[in-house]
């Protein structure tokens, strides 16, 4: 069975690994905890990811594809597998927000992301992706801010940013817009 493997393989990282199963299905994730327990005897970095799956696997058994999106978007984890009925695999990929990177399909271990396909390997982790994405090539190119503002721009802009420097106490902040919408006047 594909699942307790590559919950396996996620595990054998590192103890402090956290291989997560998400499944619509008691009967398979009574096989993927069978075939998980048959395999680890044998895996020579079993003391690793037994330790890992121990201390920080987990399983949740949900009602439905979509509460299974809900809770792997929630999770948001590093690497995410989604082996679903053939057919529906671009659909529920496309519900997928947050997460480092996906492996869509009963043949895409994460293995491919990590050893061969090309993708970038520097994902966030502890649900950062969230918010964040891996390392890519704009990571590394310089995207400088401008901000060019007009003296009618200053006056409209002049209300809210003093109230929001005042809520945050940060007065300076309010009398540097204040000084210069005076000498508007």
């Known amino acids: 069975m594909h699942i307790a493997i590559d919950l396996l393989a996620q595990a054998e990282h590192d103890p402090n690994a956290k291989p997560i199963l998400v ?30 799956w ?39 990929a496309d519900k997928l927000l947050h997460y480092g990177s996906l492996f869509v399909g009963h043949y895409a271990p994460v293995a491919f992301g990590d050893f061969v396909s090309g993708t970038n390997h520097t994902l966030p982790t502890m649900s950062t992706a969230r918010y964040s994405n891996g390392v890519w090539v704009g990571t590394f ?25 005042e809520t945050e106490g940060l007065y300076a902040h309010r009398d540097s817009v204040r000084l210069r919408v005076e000498e508007t006047k």
């Not at 499944?23 to 020579?44: N, Y």
């Open 23 to 52: 499944c619509t299905d008691r009967g398979i994730i009574d096989k993927s905890l069978i075939e998980l327990a048959r395999l680890l005897k044998d895996l020579p970095t079993g003391d690793v990811a037994g330790q890992s």
């Open 54 to 92: 121990a201390d920080n696997g987990a399983v949740f058994l949900v009602d439905s594809i979509a509460d299974a999106v809900a809770l792997s978007n929630e999770i948001a984890p590093e690497h995410l597998e989604v082996q679903v009925e053939p057919g529906i695999e671009r659909d529920v």
């Open 141 to 165: 190119i310089k995207a400088p801010f401008h901000q060019f503002v007009s003296r009618e721009g200053c006056r409209n802009l002049s209300v809210p940013a003093m109230h929001f420097a």
